[in-house]
């Protein structure tokens, strides 16, 4: 199987863990694009979704799904999104698409999140995808040179010749070179740099289900 197909077969996997009638958190992402293009099949039994990046907005309105405001939602039952990295306690890197501070604010909505994911996205240790922060442009010479004292080399990630710049009118430093042995721990640590908006390191409150495309169909870890 293609890692595009084993990306589709999770998404597909995903549609179990939608609750009727209720809101679903959506993530951003090639694989969560694939969820989406599910999402559409079943689309009369949901109220609708929260994206967590204007890309993924735009996508579930293009398949006529209802988007809601993050302001106007209290909770709901399940976010499902990608990740860079997982490990097998659930604890993942995510950020690859630049929308990882939208993602934990929506993740930190939902009473679930369900992590799709080929399985090449399985490591033993975090770190060998650089770690994506999302920072204030006005200081990220500064945070880049506290990162760097963290151990890892930062990196400002461009496009286009130009900083990225996010949904949210910030930028990324991508952050090189890290073995992650207390994923928690260094979330925390980096989060208290000031500057930084946060961290693609979803440790704390990591995943709780990781459904896992293999050349032997879909493995289901629980955390
Ligand atoms: C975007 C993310 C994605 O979930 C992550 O990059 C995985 O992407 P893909 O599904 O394309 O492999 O965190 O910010």
């Known amino acids: 199987m293609t890692q595009d197909e084993l990306k589709q077969a999770v998404a597909h996997a995903a549609l179990d863990y939608v609750v009727e009638g209720e809101i679903v958190g959506v993530g951003t992402g090639s694989t969560a694009n694939f969820f989406i293009d599910a999402l559409a099949a079943i689309k009369d039994r949901i109220r609708g979704a929260v994206a967590s990046s204007e890309a993924t907005a735009a996508r579930l309105r293009s398949h006529g799904i209802a ?116 994923p928690a721990l260094l979330e925390q640590q980096i989060n208290d740099i000031v500057g930084v908006v946060t961290n693609g390191l979803f440790a704390r409150h990591g995943a709780n289900v990781c459904l896992l495309g293999t050349a032997e169909g879909v493995r289901t870890l629980t955390f």
């Open 67 to 182: 988007v809601f405001d993050l302001n106007d939602i209290d909770t709901m039952p399940v976010y499902v999104d990608g990740a860079d990295e997982i490990t097998a306690q659930g604890a993942m890197i995510k950020g690859g698409g630049a929308a990882l501070t939208r993602e934990k604010i929506v993740a930190s909505v939902a009473e679930r999140f369900v992590c799709i994911a080929d399985g090449s996205k399985l490591v033993t240790r975090l770190g060998a995808f650089p770690l994506p922060i999302e920072v204030i442009p006005m200081g990220h010479a500064v945070v880049a040179r506290r990162l760097a004292a963290l151990g890892g080399t930062p990196r400002l990630r461009m496009k286009d010749g130009a900083p990225l710049i996010t949904d949210n009118g910030c930028m990324i430093i991508d952050l090189f070179g890290l073995q992650i042995a207390e």
